[in-house]
Structures are given as structure tokens and as C-alpha cells.
């Protein structure tokens, strides 16, 4: 019966990405990632997701309609596939159908997670290798049966071919493993097996870094983890402050209060399950509080996985301490587990202009409402990005040169790579720091030879140096994008 409960939660989650979904290309990262998909591009480095990029080649040979959209997709099967292994570790833990699809559900329409399963993005994949192997590990500490511990540490393997987020998880599952077992570490039959399985679910990255050698024998852990990405200490304070108040908007009311009684009762399970949820939800806040902040809202969604869990842990506690009054209440509860985070996020926008726009401070971009489009997961009927670039290609002239930085940059690439359209234009992507092809003259070297566009002069002036250029050239706005033209 219980199986039953799970394939419908997978079914409902999945049509519910699927009406939600991005229907075409989006900003940055998403764009980017259709990129690297359609040229099957597997390296070894953090901003790859070499695992993503292979299943989403062999997607897209599906033939949707639009590239974009069938990558969109991807994430939508691999997000619903999360809520459904949730609702098997909830029952695992439970032996609950009411509890188990109210975790589930919570995650479900939780902000970040749902945002992130409409749009093509390398985290939902992730986000699937790492419930698989929370499920493996509980598993094996229920019925000690190998097979789960093997395949833990196989998902684990899976899941860092696609993200290394999982790496730094990796501690969590050690430590509570120990804690579960201490004569484990004495096991050198588990030990081996456990290792062969990580090997083998890695074995993507490993193949690379065997065939490119020469490129990778350098490789340092902080190749992986970017001392650039990590914050000043008043960033980190602050966030690790703040933590409360993310928690509340994913999971508002109702959920926030469930996960701390779940939190709470979680103790009362076997050590290993207990450790093995806390550990790996310290982790998490800790380090998503010393990671970037552009990376860090994706980065605290390992964590509400968790707390999904343990809201799925509160709702069974408060089932056996008070069955009548769950038994009344559970329709208007689950109700409100659901609606009223949409309800939420669908408000939000507006609350948001109301306090003067742009709560976030996110830069502008022609045909994009960062409030609707941050605070809002909903991305049903988004075409911003799309008409953006195919304005941009219409307007330019033949031959002509742009020079974009990072997230308008994947979107017009992805014009020309994907549905080969302008390819007499040449993109530059313009890079900080020394790198910076306007530092390096390339205006000047082209200035006379073919018109020359940027995509902004407002936001990043460092970026597009546009301080030194406006000494010898004019910013002639044309459509969304600004023509150099040299004054007189």
C-alpha cells in the first residue's frame, strides 16, 4: 500500500513541476548547462557537472521541440524522483503514509527545491544521489544487510560525478556509520567493498581524470572547493543567523514548526539515523554559510532535505501523542503544508514592489522582474531570457562583435550553439581581472573593422570598463543593447 502512496506523491510532484516548468531558456547557470549538454562537455572542475552533461546529451536526443525545454524537464524528473525516495526514508523511519506524504509534500513546494526543478540545473540530480544514499545508509543501520552500505556509497560516488557538494557531505555518513558501528572501521571486507562501490559510482570522473592525465595530475582539493567562493567572517555570522528565516520561507508555518518537534524526536530513533541527519544538516549550514552568496540558496536546499525528514518525523510524533486530533485536522494540515507556501510565493512579488523592488539587489535584466522571478519558483510562461537574445539578433548588424559577461552571454550562446541562428556574430564573454578582453584592446583592435555592442554599462562598469571607454566612445542604446560608436 505504502508503495502505492509513493508512485502517486512521484506522480503528482512530477505533473506538478511539469506545469510549473520553465518552457524555454533561462538566465546564467540553466543556459549554460544546455550549452555543455548539447556539446556532451565532461571535464573535471567545480562549475562542470560532467554526469549532467552526459545524461542530459543522451536526453536531449529525444528531440523536443525546443532543447532548452527538454533539459528544463530533466530536472523536473530527477526533483520528483527526490520527493519520492523522501517519502520512502519518512516511511522507513515512520511506517507512516500520512507522515510520508507530508514530508515529501513539504519538500515539494518548498521554494528553493521546487525552483530548482524547473529549470535545468545540475542540483536536482544531485539532490536525488544524495536522498539515495540517506535511504542506503538507513537502511543498512535497520537490518545491517551490506547491500544498503554498498549502495550508499555508490550514490555518493554518482552524486559527486554530477556536484561536489556531496564530497563535503561525505563526513556525515563516516561519522554516523561509526558512531551506528565502531568495529566498522576494523571491517576491511566492508571497508574494501564500501570503497569499490564510491570508485564505481565515480567512475565517470575517474575515466577523465585517467584519459587527461596531463591536465589533472595537478589537482588539488582546493581545485574542487574555490577559496574564491568562500565569504569574510561578517558574511558568514550573518547568515548563520539568518538561517531561521530562509528555513521559515521554504517552509512556512506549519512546516517550520513540525521540523523543530521532528528535529527534536529524531534523537529518539537509532543513533546512527539520528547522527546521520544531524550531521549531514550541520554540514550544510555551516557551509552554506561560508559559500558564496550568489551559491548559497542552492547550496542550504542539502539542508531542507533534511528538515523535510524531520517534519515528516514531528507530524508522526504528534499522530501518536494526539491520533484524534490528527485524524480531524490531517486534510486542512496537509493543505496547508501545501498551499500555503504557493500561496506565499505567489504574494511575495507583489509585497516585494510594494517595499520598493528589487529586495534582493540582483542586477537588471531587459524582460526580467527579479522579484517575480526570484521569489516566485513558478516559471510556467517564462519567455524573458529567450525574447531577450532573439531581440538582441535581431537588432545587431552582419559581422558584428558582442561582448557580454556571464548570464545574458549563456543565453545568446545558446542561440547561436544550440538553434544556430547569428552565427556570423562573434560573442565575447568578458572576464574580471587581467583576463578582461576590453583591458586587453579589444575595442580598439576591432572598432574599425565591424560594429561592436555590450550588453550593459551600468552594473559591472569594472567589468565592461566602461569608465575608460566612455572617454573615446559614445553608449548608443539600441533595443536592449548598447552600441560603441567613436565620438568625434
Excluded at 506538478?16 to 546564467?28: D, E, M, N, R
Excluded at 523536473?76 to 514530508?103: E, G, N, P, Q
Excluded at 530513533?269 to 552554506?288: C, E, M, Q, R, T
Amino acid at each position: 500500500m505504502y508503495l502505492v502512496a509513493a508512485f502517486f506523491i512521484w506522480f503528482l510532484s512530477f505533473g506538478f513541476y511539469c506545469v510549473t516548468l520553465a518552457p524555454a531558456v533561462i538566465w546564467g547557470d540553466p543556459a549554460k548547462l544546455v550549452n555543455f549538454a548539447y556539446l556532451c562537455l565532461l571535464r573535471i572542475d567545480i562549475g562542470n557537472h560532467a554526469l549532467h552533461n552526459l545524461i542530459g546529451n543522451l536526453w536531449g536526443r529525444l528531440l523536443f521541440a525546443d532543447y532548452a525545454f527538454g533539459q528544463n524537464l530533466l530536472s523536473a524528473v530527477f526533483a520528483s524522483l527526490t520527493v519520492f525516495m523522501v517519502f520512502l526514508i519518512v516511511y522507513r523511519l515512520t511506517k507512516s503514509i500520512f507522515s510520508s506524504i507530508v514530508s515529501s509534500l513539504s519538500l515539494a513546494v518548498a521554494h528553493t527545491f521546487w525552483w530548482l526543478a524547473v529549470v535545468n540545473e545540475s542540483y536536482a540530480l544531485v539532490f536525488f544521489f544524495l536522498v539515495l544514499a540517506l535511504l542506503g545508509e538507513i537502511v543498512w543501520f535497520q537490518t545491517k544487510k551490506q547491500g544498503w552500505l554498498y549502495l550508499a556509497a555508490f550514490s555518493i560516488g554518482m552524486g559527486i560525478s554530477d556536484h561536489f557538494m556531496l564530497a563535503v557531505l561525505i563526513p556525515a555518513f563516516i561519522i554516523a556509520a561509526l558512531i551506528d558501528d565502531p568495529w566498522l572501521i576494523l571491517d576491511y571486507k566492508k571497508i574494501l567493498f564500501s570503497l569499490s562501490s564510491f570508485i564505481l559510482g565515480a567512475g565517470l570522473l575517474l575515466y577523465l581524470y585517467i584519459s587527461n592525465y596531463s591536465q589533472y595530475s595537478s589537482i588539488t582539493w582546493a581545485y574542487f572547493v574555490d577559496t574564491t567562493y568562500l565569504e569574510s567572517m561578517g558574511k558568514i555570522v550573518r547568515e548563520l543567523i539568518r538561517y531561521p528565516l530562509y528555513v521559515f520561507y521554504q517552509f512556512p508555518l506549519i512546516g517550520f514548526v513540525l521540523g523543530i518537534i521532528g528535529l527534536w524526536q529524531s534523537f529518539k530513533n537509532k543513533a546512527g539515523i539520528s547522527y546521520l541527519l544531524f550531521l549531514a544538516f550541520l554540514v550544510d549550514y555551516l557551509f552554506s554559510a561560508v559559500y558564496m552568496w550568489e551559491r548559497q540558496p542552492e547550496m542550504m536546499v542539502f539542508g531542507y532535505i533534511i528538515i523535510a525528514i524531520w517534519i515528516g518525523l514531528g507530524i508522526n510524533y504528534l499522530a501518536k501523542k494526539n491520533p484524534p486530533l490528527v485524524s480531524r485536522s490531517g486534510p486542512i494540515l496537509l493543505l496547508g503544508i501545501i498551499f500555503v507556501p504557493i500561496m506565499l510565493y505567489s504574494c511575495a512579488p507583489y509585497f516585494a514592489q510594494k517595499a520598493g523592488g528589487n529586495v534582493l539587489h540582483i542586477r537588471s535584466l531587459p524582460y526580467r522582474n527579479n522579484d517575480e522571478y526570484f521569489l516566485n519558483p513558478n516559471k510556467r510562461g517564462y519567455f524573458g531570457a529567450r525574447r531577450y537574445a532573439e531581440e538582441v539578433y535581431r537588432i545587431v548588424e552582419p559581422d558584428s562583435m558582442i561582448i557580454a559577461d556571464f548570464t545574458p552571454y549563456a543565453v545568446l550562446q545558446y542561440l547561436q550553439l544550440v538553434e544556430k541562428k547569428r552565427q556570423d556574430v562573434e560573442l565575447v564573454y568578458t572576464w574580471p581581472g587581467a583576463r578582461n578582453p576590453i583591458g586587453k584592446g579589444i575595442v580598439e583592435q576591432n572598432i574599425r573593422k565591424r560594429p561592436i555592442y555590450l550588453v550593459d554599462i551600468d552594473d559591472y562598469p569594472d567589468l565592461y570598463k566602461t569608465p575608460v571607454l566612455s572617454k573615446k566612445y559614445s553608449f548608443v542604446k539600441t533595443g536592449p543593447i548598447y552600441r560603441l560608436v567613436k565620438k568625434k
